[in-house]
């Protein structure tokens, strides 16, 4: 089964840029590499997805590895909102998105 | 657009007590997902929904939990009777389809169940 392997935490200063990396080495060729965010108190939300290509969107980019085994969601300035448990998730050969436990980010102000 | 709208938010029973969960999808959305959240972990799927078929039902603990997905949209997840280690969030989601792993999973905030 695609398994994926984060930090359990990171910490940045606010206003500053953010790496979260995510390994995803058992990924199948034609799987998407997604991320979630879930702020305390709410259910996950989407940030981005994305296959080969580095994405971008108004939340965050997506930095895709050559080799597709890992990625790094990249939030270009940090604020005290972005404080969530971040997951980088990828579909299981049952076809089902597998969360690990996610990296919890702490904003310093 | 209407986000997934679960209830009740949060809820307290003794073990042995029964409980329901009710969600509605997004409008649209074919495919709805029961998961298991325990606290500090990631979600864990419960069963998967392809409009009013289960799809997946291989980590639900049949003997306690049941799930229905009449006419395809509303989904109730039920518990029965409880123990202490199912005290979790159930979170619902859906999302437009199956066939591809591009389709992005939208969560409702989630029932909060604690089981005393």
């Known amino acids: 089964d695609a398994k994926t392997t984060q930090p359990n935490s990171m910490e940045s200063n606010e206003e500053e840029p953010v790496h979260l990396p995510c390994n995803h080495s058992?990924?199948?060729?034609?799987?998407?590499i997604h991320w979630y965010r879930q702020l305390p108190s709410q259910g996950p939300e989407y940030v981005i997805h994305?296959?080969?290509s580095n994405v971008n969107n108004r939340m965050a980019s997506l930095a895709i590895a050559e080799d597709r085994k890992s990625s790094t969601l990249i939030l270009h300035r940090a604020t005290l909102r972005d404080a969530a448990v971040y997951y980088c998730?990828?579909?299981?050969?049952?076809?089902?998105?597998?969360f690990g436990t996610g990296t919890s980010l702490t904003v310093i102000p | 657009e209407a986000g997934v709208a679960q209830s009740p938010r949060y809820k307290i029973i003794e073990k042995r007590q029964s409980v329901a969960f009710w969600c509605n999808p997004i409008?649209?959305?074919?495919?709805l997902y029961w998961y298991q959240q325990i606290l500090g972990q990631g979600p864990k799927l419960l069963i998967q929904?392809?409009?009013?078929?289960?799809?997946?039902d291989s980590q639900l603990p049949k003997d306690r939990f049941s799930a229905e997905r009449l006419k395809g949209v509303d989904s109730t997840l039920k518990i029965q009777p409880a123990k202490l280690e199912d005290s979790a969030v159930y979170l619902c989601?859906?999302?437009?389809?199956?066939?591809?792993?591009?389709?992005?999973?939208?969560f409702g905030e989630g029932s909060w169940l604690t089981v005393v």
């Open positions: 929904f392809q409009n009013n078929g289960v799809v997946d």
């Open positions: 409008s649209g959305h074919a495919t």
């Open positions: 989601a859906s999302s437009p389809g199956q066939r591809t792993s591009g389709n992005t999973i939208y």
């Open positions: 058992t990924i199948s060729g034609t799987d998407y």
């Open positions: 994305g296959l080969t």
């Open positions: 998730t990828t579909k299981n050969t049952g076809n089902q998105f597998y």
